[in-house]
């Protein structure tokens, strides 16, 4: 946990160095691919999968270590060798898992949220799951396993491996010539995450695009049909929680009104998207027909909504970096309150973002919770030992995001305002 928090401390300003990046540049070309709102959520998004995977709130069927421990013909040293035959099979092993979930009805949860939002920038590159609590998909790296890599060479290249996928998740990055023979670019990962019915689940590859020439899952992007990105089933939503949980549920009500019992099992397994026979008009749920004639959600809203969620997240962000820098003199089980309050906390300001009037009780329950962390605890964690007066801060904080969450349900939202702004 420590370890990886550490990595995240150096991963997280970098990542959102890029975006702030990208952003100007779409300002200064005219063109806005990264709504305020959409990032906003996105990044949300992914502080809930950084908070989830340093408290390592996740688990393998099959660890790689006992794999390699049991099943390992030879052992080898961890030479630049080993790393490079390890950096492929676990592309390998990520080219599989990532086709499975888009092609199969219960795996398609986990990674929805990725898909969720409607545009495509580097801060939708951090819609990363929460709910993947159980990896089924180590057996895949078993090549590396027999072969006797090591299991600190297999820890060290997977958030590496993860890392390199940010990139290539822009507009504004055209073909890259040879590159595109072998490797994922930006080009390739558009049509991954278009709804286009020429680019549907296509170009599963993660850096090495020959997988996908290999199995028959590539496409090019074509200059005829130009990508329209989302899921088609859109979320309807900026609260990445309610996303991660989106088509589980409607599995779990598909399955209990399947009249046949062989649906109610198969449903899990089924192609993504499945549902059983006539159920499209006994249970209609909102989906696209059109990919290239439907509205985007949640364009419409007010300057002041939007600067307080932008105030929120990088709010969220700096006691963020204090969980991950303090994981170790935190300890436990403080680290999962600590955890609870962070989701707490996404959920309630994202439920403000849209317009939920529901979303001040979850903001009075973060208030709640959060004055008796610094009732119980005396202060933030440790946090006044290296910062005078936060305990004032922090009660100034809660106490003005309560009454920023109260004016906008009781004042700005019901008076239905009829003058928004588009993001900016």
């Given at each position: ?48 999968n950084a908070v989830k995977d340093a408290l390592g709130l996740s688990v393998a069927i099959i660890s790689y270590e006992w794999m390699v421990t ?22 390998f092993y990520g080219y599989w898992g990532h086709r499975w979930a888009h092609q199969i009805n219960f795996f398609w949860n986990k990674h929805a ?194 600067y307080w969620s932008l105030v929120q997240l990088f709010t969220t962000l700096g006691l963020i970096s204090y969980l991950f820098g303090n994981i ?97």
């Amino acid at each position: 946990m420590e370890e990886y928090g550490k990595i995240l401390l150096i991963a997280m300003p970098f990542f959102l160095t890029l975006i702030v990046i990208e952003k100007v540049y779409g300002y200064f070309k005219g063109i806005n691919h990264a709504p305020m709102m959409d990032s906003i959520s996105s990044i949300s998004s992914g502080m809930t999968n950084a908070v989830k995977d340093a408290l390592g709130l996740s688990v393998a069927i099959i660890s790689y270590e006992w794999m390699v421990t049991h099943l390992a013909i030879i052992h080898i040293e961890a030479t630049v060798v080993t790393y490079i035959i390890a950096f492929f099979v676990i592309d390998f092993y990520g080219y599989w898992g990532h086709r499975w979930a888009h092609q199969i009805n219960f795996f398609w949860n986990k990674h929805a949220i990725h898909h969720s939002s409607e545009e495509f920038n580097l801060a939708c590159a951090l819609r990363q799951p929460i709910s993947s609590f159980v990896n089924l998909f180590t057996f895949l790296l078993l090549p590396a396993a027999l072969l006797g890599v090591p299991a600190k060479v297999i820890a060290i290249l997977l958030p590496i491996h993860l890392f390199l996928q940010f990139w290539y998740h822009t507009r504004y990055i055209g073909k890259l010539g040879f590159l595109e023979k072998f490797m994922v670019t930006p080009s390739h990962h558009r049509v991954h995450h278009a709804i286009n019915p020429e680019y549907m689940d296509k170009n599963h590859g993660q850096i090495f695009i020959f997988w996908d020439k290999w199995f028959g899952t590539f496409q090019e992007e074509l200059d005829t049909v130009p990508p329209v990105f989302g899921i088609t089933r859109p979320a309807h939503t900026w609260n990445s929680i309610k996303i991660n949980f989106q088509h589980l549920w409607l599995l779990i009500k598909d399955a209990y009104h399947a009249e046949n019992w062989k649906d109610k099992f198969t449903i899990w397994f089924k192609p993504t998207g499945w549902r059983p026979e006539g159920f499209d008009k006994k249970h209609p749920i909102d989906k696209i027909d059109n990919v290239y004639s439907f509205d985007k959600y949640g364009h419409q809203h007010s300057q002041l909504l939007m600067y307080w969620s932008l105030v929120q997240l990088f709010t969220t962000l700096g006691l963020i970096s204090y969980l991950f820098g303090n994981i170790g003199t935190i300890g436990l089980p403080n680290i999962f309150v600590y955890g609870f309050f962070v989701f707490l906390t996404v959920y309630s300001y994202t439920e403000l973002m849209d317009t939920r009037k529901f979303s001040v009780f979850w903001e009075g329950l973060r208030f709640i919770f959060s004055m008796g962390i610094l009732y119980f605890y005396g202060d933030w964690f440790g946090m006044s030992k290296f910062l005078p007066y936060s305990n004032m801060m922090l009660i100034a904080y809660f106490s003005l995001s309560l009454l920023m969450s109260s004016y906008f349900v009781l004042v700005e939202f019901r008076a239905n305002q009829k003058t928004f702004s588009y993001d900016n």
